[in-house]
Antibody, heavy 118, light 110 residues
Framework: DVNLMESGGGLVQPGGSLRLSCAAS????????MTWVRQAPGKGLEWVGRITSKSDGGTAAHAAPVKGRFTISRDDSKNMLYLQMDSLRTEDTAVYYC?????????WGQGTLVSVSS | QSALTQPPSASGSPGQSITISCTGTSSDVGTYNWVSWYQQHPGKAPKLMIY???QRPSGVPDRFSGSKSGNTASLTVSGLQAEDEADYYCSSYAGSSILIFGGGTKLTVL
């Protein structure tokens, strides 16, 4: 079974930074395209961005609301996915999910809560 | 890209069938067969129920089915069961590496 475990969430002030991590197991991580999805409290799902496998270029794409502030990266040697979040805003408050796939998100982590507040 | 349009709520009695719609545009649902449906129970992570319009992952009951016509995709749940009560979200590839979600539909089993 695929297991995805996010960490790194917490309370941060507006303008601050946070790095989320996602430890992956049960899949061939090197070949996996990975995606971050977030969900604001009481709201729906929102695509944050994705990163391709290294063999497909290892390129990241980010949603318009986070472009230039968030960066997705990966370390295949550690089976880890990352989301670097800078210049955080109150509207970034959400549960952040690490998922496997790019259009068909077949496996999800349990999510980590990021709260942006002064 | 705007979010896909879903009805906020839907309901049905046990044993009945219900269909949830997901309306996009010719730039997303209408062009690509990368339409998925996710089920989310309160406090839990979403679960993939349908992918590529009508494909079911292993382990998903065949009571769940998907289809698409033009710019609208649909999820049908047949033989409703109490455990089907949850939020359902559709998603579609929208080109240029972008994935968009619907606003979600709360399904109530009466």
């Amino acid at each position: 079974d695929v297991n995805l475990m996010e960490s790194g969430g917490g309370l941060v002030q507006p303008g601050g930074s946070l790095r989320l991590s996602c430890a992956a197991s049960g899949l061939t991580f090197t070949n996996a395209w990975m995606t971050w999805v977030r969900q604001a409290p009481g709201k729906g799902l929102e695509w944050v961005g994705r990163i391709t496998s290294k063999s497909d270029g290892g390129t990241a794409a980010h949603a318009a609301p986070v472009k230039g502030r968030f960066t997705i990266s990966r370390d295949d040697s550690k089976n880890m996915l990352y989301l670097q979040m800078d210049s955080l805003r109150t509207e970034d408050t959400a549960v952040y999910y690490c998922t496997a796939g790019w259009a068909n998100l077949h496996s999800w982590g349990q999510g980590t809560l990021v709260s942006v507040s002064s | 890209q705007s979010a896909l349009t879903q009805p906020p709520s839907a309901s049905g009695s046990p044993g009945q069938s219900i269909t949830i719609s997901c309306t996009g545009t010719s730039s997303d649902v209408g062009t690509y067969n990368w339409v998925s449906w996710y089920q989310q129970h309160p406090g839990k992570a979403p679960k993939l129920m349908i992918y590529e319009v009508s494909q079911r992952p292993s382990g998903v009951p065949d009571r769940f089915s998907g289809s698409k016509s033009g710019n609208t995709a649909s999820l049908t749940v047949s033989g409703l069961q109490a455990e089907d009560e949850a939020d359902y979200y559709c998603s579609s590839y929208a080109g240029s590496s972008i994935l968009i979600f619907g606003g979600g539909t709360k399904l109530t089993v009466l």
